[in-house]
Each structure stands twice: as structure tokens, then as C-alpha cells.
């Protein structure tokens, strides 16, 4: 079982950035592929980033290509999101997941963490 917790979300103008975090409990961190998807109101939960247990990344060409940063710290147990040049159209509750390959396979999911970003 791994039960894995976001933080770093809050409200941030257009054009900021933000870090979340995401701790994960066991000892198996490494063993899993991480992730962050988000869910906007009143749309459906979307893949944002992975990364792999070897440090390759994956992004949504869409959303995060070129503006958002995945990496993992494993001997912390921490996946990490950099967001910068953030828009309005990023807000959206943000949550953690590991499995066994992103963005498909997930085993386990965070409760989110908020991120509004204001115009």
C-alpha cells in the first residue's frame, strides 16, 4: 500500500509559478512510476506529467509541454511538479498518482491539492 500526499497548491496570479509536492509513504517508492493528472470543474480528470522509475518524463503536449517540469526525488520519496507561466485555464484540483506506467496503470491516488490561478 502507498498512500501519497500533494501539497504546494494555492492561489498564484497569471504568469507565476508553483511547486507541488507529493510525499509518498513504503519503501517501494522507486518501484512505481509517478504522475500528476488534473480535474477542472466540470471536466474530466486529465493526465499533466510522468515520469518514470528511471527518471524519463512524459507531458500532455496540450497542457504542460514546454511550462510544467516533473522530477522525483526517490531517496525523499517525493515526485515534484514545477509550474511556471501559469493561466487561468490551470486551474484545477491537482493530484499524485503512482503505478506501474503513466498515464495509464494507476494503483494509487492522492486526495489533490487546489491550484487557482487568477486573470
Known amino acids: 500500500q502507498v498512500q501519497l500526499v500533494e501539497s504546494g497548491g494555492g492561489l498564484v496570479q497569471a504568469g507565476g509559478s508553483l511547486r507541488l509536492s507529493c510525499a509518498a509513504s513504503?519503501?517501494?517508492?522507486?518501484?512505481?512510476?509517478m504522475g500528476w493528472f488534473r480535474q477542472a470543474p466540470g471536466k474530466e480528470r486529465e493526465f499533466v506529467a510522468g515520469?518514470?522509475?528511471?527518471?524519463?518524463?512524459?507531458y500532455n503536449e496540450d497542457s504542460a509541454k514546454g511550462r510544467f517540469t516533473i522530477s522525483r526525488d526517490n531517496a525523499k520519496n517525493t515526485v515534484y511538479l514545477q509550474m511556471t507561466s501559469l493561466k487561468p485555464d490551470d486551474t484545477a484540483v491537482y493530484y499524485c498518482?503512482?503505478?506501474?506506467?503513466?498515464?495509464?496503470?494507476?494503483?494509487?491516488w492522492g486526495k489533490g491539492t487546489l491550484v487557482t490561478v487568477s486573470s
Open positions: 498518482a503512482a503505478g506501474y506506467s503513466m498515464p495509464g496503470a494507476i494503483l494509487y
Open positions: 513504503g519503501r517501494t517508492f522507486g518501484s512505481y512510476a
Open positions: 515520469i518514470r522509475m528511471n527518471g524519463a518524463s512524459i
